[in-house]
């Protein structure tokens, strides 16, 4: 480990106690000044640090920073952030750092985690709002060996691993709204933003980019939303920690990733479909042939949303924008 990684790792194995500098100067061969150096870049890093000339230095509270000294501690992956996990303070886009890390070579499961984003992009090419420390913004490499039919399999998986993790961990009742938003009592709390890079007829590589809010202060949100916004702490009424729930995020996406290429898609469809809020609803698509209007009636093997229209016509539609026009069905 780093001169940092040990003087961290030393504050949190105190629990809360006061650590000397004197001490961890001895122990790590190194000059006290050298240690007062790397608690300030820590301070920096935002760790809560506190300082006193006679006792020496203490971790106030957990970090809940999404660094990878905090999640790769109890990231029970096989493969997704385990080898490359790259962390920023700040980005514009995880999405736009992990494509450009996927052009340089970087191999699937390479994990992209920002603090905060200046440009967080969604659907659409929306912003996605990202204050500093208050949600998740990660995005992860992927490299199926699928035929390009498949590619939506991909961005409906990421929505199940998701609604997954805020029903299962945090006894949430998220939907999925088609394709990939997650919504939370009529207010979105996750989008999922995938980008594919195509090679003929074959898939190059595809970067899933996932924003989720957690710790948000719903009067915070901006007003012009399409759909009003909420986070994980306006629902539990109170802050959870980020890390926990970034790791279970990336256990369950991996584990959906995974039945995929194993040819075990179905149970993931089926999940998507008990959780989608669209079908047996009347919608309003906005295509690239122009706007649809009918009843959802299911979700195909492809990921694809069958809609048949007033006249009975089942219309197979790939991607668009969605307005639901009616309550759910009985």
């Known amino acids: 480990m780093s001169v940092r990684e040990t003087v961290l790792q030393a504050l949190k194995d105190s629990k809360g106690q006061w650590v000397s500098g004197e001490a961890l100067s001895e122990v790590l061969g190194v000059s006290r000044t050298t240690v007062w150096k790397q608690v300030r870049k820590l301070v920096s890093d935002g760790y809560e640090i506190e300082s006193s000339s006679k006792k020496g230095y203490r971790l106030r509270v957990p970090a809940d920073l999404l660094s990878p000294q905090e999640v790769l501690e109890g990231l029970s992956t096989q493969q997704f952030g385990q080898n490359h996990y790259f962390y920023y303070q700040e980005l514009d886009s995880t999405n736009n750092r992990a494509r450009e890390l996927a052009a340089e070579g970087y191999p699937e499961g390479t994990v992209v985690a920002a603090e905060m984003q200046t440009a967080g992009r969604g659907r659409r090419g929306r912003d996605w709002y990202s204050p500093n420390q208050e949600g998740i913004y990660v995005s992860v490499i992927l ?3 699928l035929p390009l039919k498949e590619i939506s399999r991909v961005s409906l998986l990421t ?6 993790t805020l029903a299962t961990d945090l006894n949430l009742h998220p939907l999925i709204k088609w394709p ?9 709390i996750a989008g999922i933003l995938s980008e594919v890079v195509t090679d003929m007829d074959s898939i190059e590589y595809i970067v ?3 924003g989720l809010n957690i710790n948000n202060f719903p009067p915070d949100f901006p007003h012009d939303f399409r759909t009003p916004a909420t986070s994980v702490q306006a629902e539990c009424q109170r802050p959870l920690p980020r890390v926990q729930i970034l790791q279970n995020l990336l256990f369950n996406l991996e584990n959906h990733y995974q039945k995929l290429l194993q040819g075990r898609f179905g149970d993931t469809l089926e999940k998507a479909k008990n959780l989608s809020m669209v079908i047996g609803r009347e919608v309003k698509i906005d295509t690239l042939n122009g706007f649809l209007t009918g009843q959802a009636v299911d979700i195909d093997d492809h990921g694809f949303l069958l809609v048949r229209d007033q006249s009975g016509t089942i219309h197979t539609v790939m991607s668009g924008e969605i307005s639901l026009l009616s309550s759910p069905s009985n």
């Not at 990939?180 to 979105?188: Q, W």
């Open 143 to 145: 490299r199926p060996l």
């Open 159 to 164: 929505a199940v691993a998701v609604a997954e």
């Open 180 to 188: 990939n938003d997650i919504l939370i009592n009529n207010r979105k």
């Open 208 to 210: 899933v980019g996932i």
